[in-house]
């Protein structure tokens, strides 16, 4: 084989694997739209349509509904559609349990034909089951383990959320890592709730977050700077260089990561002291992203210059503790100095 020969067909399968890459990307984004949009019109019609017979039929419908809220409520990435609609659908929840409370009266409790009915219930029994352990899962990830680090939010002024954030793989796909397991990924909204003018835009400039000043959460020496990667277009990524242009800071023994940063945004090198509030960067799409986000995390144990080989820190944020996917954050100037 030719050098050509081996290189077209290198430049082929880099193809093939971005295109995989995207496909999956968009996909997951479509599918958070019907999960978050259309689900719930579907769960819900049922208590609003008053389609149960008896006391019993409406338990198990109400049991249903909840397990579906919570489900909705903790596992959605709200970001993608817009954070509002995570309060418009627990409040049309809400209002929909208080129709079907209303028509109780009467009902006898059990159904009229329930040898008929009995396979139904079954159904929504597994059903219960199914999206109740989902949201276990989720609520073990609001918990964390001592010790922790306490670090003011890196970024200055805004409506930040938290993409991925917590202890678990349901609401952090970082919690497979050990050293990314209390990672959080931070996305900024808008008047609207949204991360960005459009589902899943490829302008770079599409997301308010891109080119957000990131700022030093603490005194403490660079260990590491990388900067002159490419942002790359939504979609497209770079897992050879999983972090991008980023930062690492050493503070107390821990490494703290802040990845993805904008090409050329890097404000300081390896070997050099920062103060708490000193600009570092901007917030770019470099590395291993499928868009413009800011990534953090902290961990302790490993290479002293190097991130992924040591143990994840949970960080409290000055601003609102452990952070959680769809937290909401608004910070006015907290960086300002006299």
């Not at 995989?20 to 769960?43: D, T």
Request: glycine content about 8%; hydrophobic content about 45%; some cysteine.
């Amino acid at each position: 084989m030719t050098d050509q020969t081996f290189l077209k067909k290198s430049v082929s399968e880099d193809k093939r694997r971005q295109g995989r890459i995207q496909f999956i990307v968009k996909g997951s984004w479509l599918a958070s739209i019907i999960v978050s949009v259309f689900l719930p019109l579907l769960w819900f019609r049922q208590l609003y349509a008053g389609d149960y017979t008896s006391l019993s039929e409406l338990v198990l419908l109400l049991l249903l509904n909840i397990t579906e809220m919570l489900f909705l409520f903790l596992i959605v990435p709200y970001h993608i559609s817009s954070m509002y609609l995570r309060y418009a659908v627990l409040l049309a929840f809400l209002v929909g349990v208080v129709v079907s409370l209303t028509r109780m009266s009467g009902l006898p409790f059990w159904p009229v034909h329930f040898a008929t009915n009995w396979l139904s219930s079954l159904l929504t029994f597994v059903f219960v089951g199914y999206f109740a352990s989902f949201s276990v899962r989720a609520l073990y990830g609001y918990m964390y383990r001592e010790p922790t680090l306490h670090l003011p939010f890196p970024l200055r002024s805004g409506c930040y959320a938290v993409g991925h954030g917590g202890s678990s793989k349901m609401i952090n796909y970082h919690a497979a890592n050990t050293a990314q397991h209390y990672a959080n990924d931070i996305l900024k909204l808008n008047r609207w709730g949204t991360r960005a003018r459009g589902i899943y835009p490829r302008q770079l400039d599409a997301y308010y977050i891109f080119g957000d000043i990131v700022y030093s959460p603490c005194d403490g020496l660079i260990v590491s700077a990388l900067d002159g990667l490419a942002d790359l277009v939504p979609s497209e990524m770079d897992p050879t260089h999983a972090a991008g242009n980023h930062v690492i800071i050493m503070y107390q023994d821990r490494k703290i990561l802040l990845a993805h940063l904008q090409q050329n945004s890097v404000l300081v090198r390896a070997g050099q002291q920062v103060r708490e509030g000193q600009p570092i960067g901007k917030v770019g799409n470099s590395g291993n992203t499928s868009e413009p986000h800011l990534h953090i995390h902290a961990e302790y144990g490993g290479s002293s210059d190097r991130f992924g080989d040591g143990v994840g820190v949970p960080i409290l944020f000055t601003e609102k503790g452990f952070l959680k996917r769809n937290d909401i954050l608004i910070i006015r100037d907290k960086f300002q100095r006299e």
